[in-house]
T-cell receptor
Framework: GAGVSQSPSNKVTEKGKDVELRCDPI?????LYWYRQSLGQGLEFLIY????????KSGLPSDRFSAERTGGSVSTLTIQRTQQEDSAVYLC???FGGGAEQYFGPGTRLTVT | TQLLEQSPQFLSIQEGENLTVYCNSS?????LQWYRQEPGEGPVLLVT?????EVKKLKRLTFQFGDARKDSSLHITAAQPGDTGLYLC???????FGAGTRLTVKP
């Protein structure tokens, strides 16, 4: 079956612009995660959605970052007024539930110039 | 938040050598996962360890979960260039990953 997909695969934007990153999880997966990975670094947790529960936003680095998950499926991560330090690969993952195996998408590489 | 520390951060070895990487925490985990990430791709799950003291083998990879379920190790026997990648551990209680061990196996 189809895996996790993310779009766009690459995004170049100017400092100060807003960007939206999209994640399509595996059908039937109730949990969805967003991570950020800077060059050569590990994964930084951003936000976690589980079913209809309130999302865990504890990893969002600033109020410029927000995410939503519509209908328990597709998720959008929005970064407002982008800064150069926002440049990174943004990875989305989904799973059957919290603590289960996470299936990752290929990521969106964001470059802020 | 349960912090996971991985060591070493970087490891570069020759093909055929053995190696061990570690994942440590001061917290107890109900289970722990190991992932491998290759360049340009997302991480892929290698194994989940659940029981304290558990040992799991995946071909040349041996995973061990500490008796107290606070630490884990990954041992690779006769490393191959195809083992090159970033090895990440993650506690199943939590969405946080360790910083990873970046392994390079030279032919």
């Amino acid at each position: 079956g189809a895996g996790v997909s993310q779009s766009p695969s690459n995004k170049v934007t100017e400092k100060g612009k807003d960007v939206e990153l999209r994640c399509d999880p595996i059908s039937g997966h109730t949990a969805l995660y967003w991570y950020r990975q800077s060059l050569g670094q590990g994964l930084e947790f951003l936000i976690y959605f589980q079913g209809n529960s309130a999302p865990d936003k504890s990893g969002l680095p600033s109020d410029r970052f927000s995410a939503e998950r519509t209908g328990g499926s597709v998720s959008t991560l929005t970064i407002q007024r982008t800064q150069q330090e926002d440049s990174a690969v943004y990875l989305c993952a989904s799973s059957f539930g919290g603590g289960a195996e996470q299936y990752f998408g290929p990521g969106t590489r964001l470059t802020v110039t | 938040t349960q912090l996971l520390e991985q060591s070493p951060q970087f490891l570069s070895i020759q093909e055929g050598e053995n190696l061990t990487v570690y994942c440590n925490s001061s917290s107890v985990f109900s289970s722990l996962q190991w992932y491998r990430q290759e360049p340009g791709e997302g991480p892929v799950l290698l194994v989940t360890v659940v029981t304290g003291g558990e040992v799991k083998k995946l071909k040349r990879l041996t995973f061990q979960f500490g008796d107290a379920r606070k630490d884990s190790s990954l041992h690779i026997t006769a490393a191959q260039p195809g083992d090159t990648g970033l090895y990440l551990c993650a506690g199943a209680n939590d969405m946080r990953f360790g910083a990873g061990t970046r392994l390079t196996v030279k032919p």
